[in-house]
């Protein structure tokens, strides 16, 4: 699975939009792009996924670049409660052993102040 | 919404005891997972099972079996708890390629 690169930490003014980045230039043909978050003692939460084109759903919407290469998590209106980690993983959906493994970098925190 | 259910989410257990860490999903999914998290590591796949009574390894299988007998329950268990075993236990499921949801894990804390 191809490797990502994040910012370490954001902040974020309530209310206003959060754009979290995401590298991920070895990502192969096959290869989503998946969005967690985990908030302080809960489990990860799945956010969304993408292949190629931009995705949007009740929580976020992501954006892929032409090549790739980057993405973007898009939390349109920030809340307090979305204060978390914000992890983007690039995995394949084939089968096989190795596709069902998530591997969780560090992440970014994304701290949503008043 | 996807329910995953971990039994406990706190957990103390002496050194040398078995250990069980239950994980029940409602939507029917075929793939399971178990996972810990630990501080600067990450999540490490432990062992996963893509049908009843299959299972494979990930990473950090060692000192740690699983079971499923039906689809809707997955079970880790540590034969023989040691201290290096404290960490967050998190388990999931997933239908076939189709993203993983989690529960909200067990802490467990081996003394």
Not at chain 1, 80 to 100: E, K, P, Q
Not at chain 2, 32 to 53: A, N, T
Request: glycine share 8%; charged share 20%.
């Amino acid at each position: 699975d191809a490797k990502t690169t994040q910012p370490p930490s954001m902040d974020c003014a309530e209310g206003r939009a959060a754009n979290l980045p995401c590298n991920h230039s070895t990502i192969s043909g096959n290869e989503y792009v998946y969005w967690y978050r985990q908030i302080h003692s809960q489990g990860p939460q799945y956010i969304i996924h993408g292949l190629k084109n931009n995705e949007t759903n009740e929580m976020a919407s992501l954006i892929i670049t032409e090549d790739r290469k980057s993405s973007t998590l898009i939390l349109p209106h920030a809340t307090l409660r979305d204060t978390a980690v914000y992890y983007c993983i690039v995995r394949g959906n084939a089968g096989g052993t190795s596709y069902g493994k998530l591997t969780f970098g560090q992440g970014t925190i994304l701290t949503v102040h008043p | 919404d996807v329910k995953v259910t971990q039994s406990s989410r706190y957990l103390v257990k002496r050194t040398g005891e078995k250990v069980f860490l239950e994980c029940v999903q409602d939507m029917d999914h075929e793939n399971m997972f178990w996972y810990r998290q630990d501080p600067g590591l990450g999540l490490r796949l432990i062992y996963f099972s893509y049908d009843v009574k299959m299972k494979e390894k990930g990473d950090i299988p060692e000192g740690y079996s699983v079971s499923r007998e039906k689809k809707e329950r997955f079970s880790l268990i540590l034969e023989s708890a040691s201290t290096n075993q404290t960490s967050m236990y998190l388990c999931a499921s997933s239908p076939s390629s189709q993203p993983q949801h989690f529960g909200d894990g067990t802490r467990l804390s081996i003394l």
